[in-house]
């Protein structure tokens, strides 16, 4: 591990990788959703996006507090920032953004212009929801790319300064004191 521009552009690419596969799922399986909410598709989307939200910062954010920890190991001297998973989730952002803005150079006749906007939403997948409840314009699928830089960052920050949220929740409280007592 090494703090080289192409590395920080990797470990940025990584939230990139989480955001399509994420995007992966929601195409796979959004025929269940659409199947289960047959007669209102829209709330069935909408309800779907969530889900696969959740699964999508759950992704980057454990992704994002392996990276810091990793970083912070004093082998490898590299001596990060705590703020430096907002720069990896900016540079993850940046392809979904530049792949979103193909939307605006695409010309096609006007028949065809639901189907346009159609794909815009889709390849917004998990964060439809979001777009949605901003906004029913187009700029709101641009705008909501920026929860994913947050969650990347957030994820960082905790990996960071090792705060974990099951622990603080207590949900390794019950098992930690049945594997004390087991081994007594």
């Not at 309800?47 to 992704?59: A, Q, R, T």
């Not at 907002?86 to 639901?114: A, D, H, K, M, S």
Request: proline share 4%; net charge positive; hydrophobic share 45%.
């Amino acid at each position: 591990m090494d703090n080289k521009l192409w590395s920080q552009i990797k470990r940025g690419l990584k939230v990139t990788g989480d955001y399509f596969i994420s995007l992966l799922i929601f195409g796979v399986f959004s025929s269940i959703a659409l199947s289960i909410f047959k007669d209102n598709m829209e709330r069935g989307i909408f309800v779907f996006s969530i889900i696969l939200f959740l699964i999508m910062s759950s992704m980057i954010y454990t992704g994002m507090i392996d990276t810091a920890i990793r970083e912070k190991r004093p082998q490898y001297n590299i001596n990060p920032p705590p703020y430096k998973g907002f720069l990896y989730g900016i540079i993850g952002t940046i392809p979904i953004f530049l792949i979103q803005l193909i939307y605006y150079t695409v010309r096609v006749p006007e028949e065809f212009l639901t189907l346009k906007r159609r794909v815009l939403q889709a390849f917004t997948g998990p964060l439809y929801w979001l777009a949605r409840f901003i906004s029913r314009e187009v700029w709101a699928y641009h705008l909501v790319l920026l929860v994913i830089p947050v969650i990347a960052g957030l994820g960082y920050l905790a990996g960071y300064h090792e705060f974990y949220i099951l622990r603080k929740l207590g949900v390794f409280k019950k098992t930690q004191k049945n594997s004390k007592t087991k081994g007594k």
